[in-house]
Each structure stands twice: as C-alpha cells, then as structure tokens.
C-alpha cells in the first residue's frame, strides 16, 4: 500500500470505532436500554471510514436512518452518539433525536434522517451555499440503493451537474430497501451507471475495501474543492444484521448469502491485508482492539450516567430565537 502507516492506523480505529459502538448499541437495545428504531451500520464501515478521512469539520455531511457510522467517521464522539441513543441530555442532540436524528454541526454532521432521499437535495443545497460564498468546502450525501428511486436522486444529480456543484453523493448499494430487493424494485440496478444521463462523473468500487473507498473519495472530494463539480460513487456492500434491531428476517433473504457476505467482512480483510504487506503489525491492530473496547465502555458509562433532558426545555429549539 501507498497510503503512510499512520493514515492506515487511522482506517482501522475508525471502523473498528464502528464496529464496537454498533455492537454495543444492539445489545444495549436488547436491554431496553435504547428506546424506538435502532438501525446499525455494521459490515458496512469501510465506506463511512474512507470518505470521512478526506473531509475536515467544516465539509457538510447529510445521511439516512442508517447513520451511525457516518456520525462516528465524521468526528462525533462516541460519548455523545450513545448518549443520544440513550436519550440522555448529553446526547449530540440533546437526547431529543435518537438513532435516527444525529445532529452535530460542530464536526460538519448536518443531520440525519428517517426519510429516505432528502439528504440528497440537503448536500446539493449545501454545495450551492459553498459556491457562492466561494468557500472551497464539499457537501456529502450518504444514501441506500432505496434512495435512487426517489425524485430527490434525479433532481440532486441534475441540480449539481449543470450547476457544477462542489457535492460528493455516496450510494451504499447493499442491495435492499428494508426487505425489498432492489433487483426486484428496479431493472437497472446500475447507480453509477446512471450518472451518465446527467453527464456526471461517477464509478462503482467495493464498498467493503476501505482502500477502493479512500481511493475513490479522495479523487471526488478533491475534484470539489478544486471546482471540478460533483461526483457519485457507487459503493457495492451489504448489511450484516436485520434492518433494525429487534426485526427478524422474514425470508427475504437467505443465510447463505448472509454467511458469504461475512466472510467478505471490511474490517478482517483490511487487517489481513495490511499485515501481509507488512504496513501493520498485528499488535498493531491489537492495540487498537483494545483501545476501542475501553473508549466504547466509557461512552457507554458516561451515558447511563448522564441525566435525561430537563421537561421544562421540551419547546427549546423549536421556533428560531426572536420568533
């Protein structure tokens, strides 16, 4: 590999963060302790990872229900994100918006949302704001291959094509919308493919490679910064849990292909890769392992331990100041 030990390092605690903070979540839903939806993100984590490490505090981030791991790989802290889950008063939104309504613009993460395509046309608007204030910052769009039926994916293409908008759109395509497959719910299941209506760049890479990922973002991040316009960036995955905790199954898809996409896990394969190379160790990694496992016992500590939001502030951030 070609990219320097530290920023490998970097890749790995990233989606290791990932990882662990999920599969905390999932128990801790299990528990009762978090209330409402819980979407996770795991076996997706290389693609979050390896656009995030292109963009600084100041680029604009907008994702979906699944948003977790676009949160964490953005620069929210875990004490924050599992407080928030928590809903506790520490939350990064104030323990009011749960796991489906992550809000943290200190780090660039403008929100997330239940609703499926929004974000889109929200990253476009952002990347309008930048080019007119000649700023050379990026708006990013996380969204499932779910999204690319909506009008908000043509619209927000459209819109930042011929606008030449400093926008990076990323389809995690992991081939369901909920239970629906999306060879059933569209005959092209080609997204990058599409781009070429609109006459935008776009490709298609492993969305379990981190490094395809990285490799990718890095070209479409800086081809916006530079005024180069926009790009989109098909990243080819799969969800290794149900859609949302404490959902079943329901046979829609078979324990085979669950199995087969396990053993293509973003997180194993980086490491054996970068050991074989001989840029990690697997101390290294090890390290790591066990520097995540103690970060993500204190989030959760912090959180249970934090206080729930005052009721008297229920109407707070609801009307602008001097509404």
């Keep these: 590999m070609t990219i320097p030990t530290e920023q490998l390092l970097s890749l790995y605690r990233t989606m290791v963060r990932i990882r662990q903070c999920e599969e905390q979540l999932a128990r801790s839903y299990a528990a009762g302790t978090i209330t409402g939806a819980c979407h996770t993100y795991v076996g997706e984590e290389a693609i979050a990872t390896g656009v995030c490490a292109h963009l600084r505090h100041d680029d604009a981030v907008f994702s979906t229900h699944r948003g977790h791991g676009h949160a964490l790989a953005k620069g929210v802290p875990p004490r924050e994100l599992v407080a928030e889950l928590f809903g506790r008063e520490t939350g990064c939104s104030g323990g009011r918006g749960g796991s489906m309504h992550l809000f943290s613009p200190e780090v660039g993460m403008m929100g997330t949302s239940g609703i499926v395509g929004p974000c889109i046309l929200q990253a476009t608007g952002a990347g309008y704001s930048f080019q007119l204030l000649e700023t ?21 293409l459209n819109l930042a094509t011929i606008w030449d908008l400093p926008v990076v759109f990323i389809c995690e395509n992991n081939m369901y919308a909920t239970e629906v497959a999306f060879a059933y719910s569209a005959r092209n299941t080609d997204v990058a493919g599409r781009a070429a209506g609109y006459g935008l760049h776009a490709q298609m890479v492993d969305g379990n490679d981190v490094i395809a990922v990285y490799e990718a973002a890095e070209a479409a991040v800086a081809r916006a910064r530079s005024g180069g316009g926009p790009s989109l960036i098909e990243c080819r995955t799969y969800r290794t849990r149900v859609h949302a905790e404490g959902m079943g199954e329901s046979g829609y898809r078979s324990q085979e292909e669950i199995d087969s996409w396990k053993a293509r896990d973003p997180i194993a394969a980086f490491a054996r890769r970068a050991v074989d190379a001989g840029d990690l160790t697997d101390a290294d990694l090890q390290a790591i392992d066990e520097e995540i496992t103690a970060e993500i016992a204190d989030a959760v500590a912090f959180a249970a331990d934090s206080p729930w939001p005052d009721p008297a502030t229920v109407a707070d951030h609801i009307y602008g100041e001097g509404a």
């Design 136 to 156: 050379d910052q990026v708006g990013v769009a996380f969204f499932g291959d779910g999204a690319v039926g909506n009008g908000a994916f043509h619209e927000g």
